[in-house]
């Protein structure tokens, strides 16, 4: 998708589902078009923050992704055919079919403007490039909610090091790598604090299992041990003893911010260098909400709280400037949310993750869950 498009190509991705990694992609394609998941899917959701039209769970078509081709009935199209998808109402249609740009006018934009007036609710959105927050501002947003940093990870000059990162033996080996990956996480925020003009950002620190960084091919494998100076061999060794067999419910989240502090204290030194830099240069003040994923003990988010402190402390005494923050979690999890009472005494403010906690609380993926999902209203057993 991105050759595509750096060619001056208007892409369609099509993938069986997407994953974080196809981010990149997703950034190039001009729609996104997926066999599996629903309206709350992967798909859907960054879709929507990036202003993408995305037909989801379109379960009536078969990919073969490595003949690229896509089946729907007795039509077989490939890679290159032109189709065009309508994320409103899910219909793909072949060969193109004329759009145009839609504007919020007429009486809906009449009744959006008394709306302004009159309700007291803040809207942000899920943005993590330039991109995303400039789209975000046209669409009106007033601040970022979610800023999901392992999407920055993922760019393709950024991966080598994040590889090195996790492979390394020990802590001086993570730290080498993670001096490669500041430079770029600060430059990444300084970004975003700019495009935001002062409102307020929430960045959620690293969150996903590190097994979705790792190398896929004998390729990556041979790229990243040209990278190390180790062999493929031990790299896949390494990797092997990573592996996890329910890497959504393993190491991820805040439990790599206590295994691994130094990943953290990177990323916090990121956001707040990236803060005071556009502080200095005037305008609205940055005020950054850090946020620990996957809390689900007040243990966990004192002991991550108090490395983000410290850290804070560091940058505001090298920059000789101090800046208001805040720290706060995700209650994702239902232990969380039985236990938000104290956690509370540490949080200065909370999220909350509907896709994890439907998952947790009633073992319900959202990726999953619409092949089944409609009989269930059907018969009555969900109400909607």
Known sequence: AEQWAGRGEKVILVRVETRPEDIHGMHAAAGILTARGGMTSHAAVVAR???????????????DAAARTLRIGNSELKEGDLITIDGASGEVMAGEVPTIEPELSGDFGTLMEWADKHRRMKVRTNAETPADCRM??????????????????????????????ILAENEAGRRKALAQLLPE??????????????????????????????????????????????????????????????????????????????????????????????????????????MIPLVGTKAELAILKSLVDRVAEEVFAEQGRRLDYLVGTMIELPRAALMAGDIAEEAKFFSFGTNDLTQTALGVSRDD???????YVEKGIFPR
């Open 185 to 290: 996480q600060r430059g990444d925020f300084a970004e975003i604090f700019t495009c935001m003009e002062g409102l307020p950002c929430t960045i959620r620190l690293l969150d996903p299992p590190l097994h979705e960084f790792l190398p896929q091919g004998d390729g990556e494998f041979a790229e990243l041990a040209e990278a190390t100076g180790y062999g493929v061999d031990h790299l896949k060794r390494r990797a092997d003893e990573l592996h996890e067999f329910n890497p959504m419910l393993g190491h991820r989240g805040c439990r790599l911010g206590i295994t691994y502090p130094e990943i953290y204290e990177m990323q916090a030194r990121a956001i707040f260098e990236a803060a005071c830099e556009v502080s200095a240069r005037g305008g609205d003040p940055v005020v950054p909400e850090v």
């Open 136 to 165: 975000a501002r046209q669409f009106g947003t007033e601040g970022i909610g979610l800023c999901r940093t392992e999407h920055m990870f993922f760019d393709a000059a950024r991966i080598s090091a994040v590889r090195q990162m």
């Open 369 to 375: 869950a619409g092949r089944f999902l409609a009989t």
């Open 49 to 63: 923050g990036m202003g993408r039209p995305c037909v989801s769970g379109a379960s009536a078509i078969s990919i």
